[in-house]
């Protein structure tokens, strides 16, 4: 997914760009490192938690200068099944050999509080067969944090290159 920030909507973004790209590029670093911390967080705040390590594993980097920007991702270990939460899964068997899965058992002992093994099974087998016909639902947390987090990240833009030039006008 991406989110794009329109620089024709940003007044003196040209002018920065010809006259004092050096100034323009020190303040859009700065932008970049907010953008991306403000993205970084509302995606964690969409993201469904058990254990929090999928919430743990999500990571934000600004680009290195000159590029601009940054990226919001998931690191390991959750990279395997971060693309799993965020689109949801078709219908399938979940199963290691045959056997309950040990995530499955440990999630369906935290979400529901069981403490017997017998009702831990008996749920993560129901948890099976429901996932094998319904699959499971998409959370949607990266693209709904793109979609609020749309206009915020536009502005935050839009105020380094006041910021930047208002430099340039001082002559600093």
Known sequence: MKLSVNTTDIEHFEELMREAPAILDQHLSVADAGAVAQLEAAVKLGTPSCYGTLVNSIFGAPADAPLHG?????????????????????????????????????????RFGLTSIEKIEAAAKAMQWRIKAHGTPAAWMFRDAIES??????????????????????GV
């Open 149 to 170: 987090e749309q206009a915020n990240i536009q502005a935050i833009y839009g105020m380094a290159v006041d910021s930047a030039f208002g430099e340039l006008q001082q």
């Open 70 to 110: 940054g990226m919001v991702g998931v690191s390991p270990p959750a990279d395997v099944y971060g693309a799993a939460v965020e689109y949801g899964t078709r219908p399938h068997f979940p199963s290691e050999r045959g056997e309950i899965p040990i995530s499955l058992m440990l999630w369906v002992q935290k």
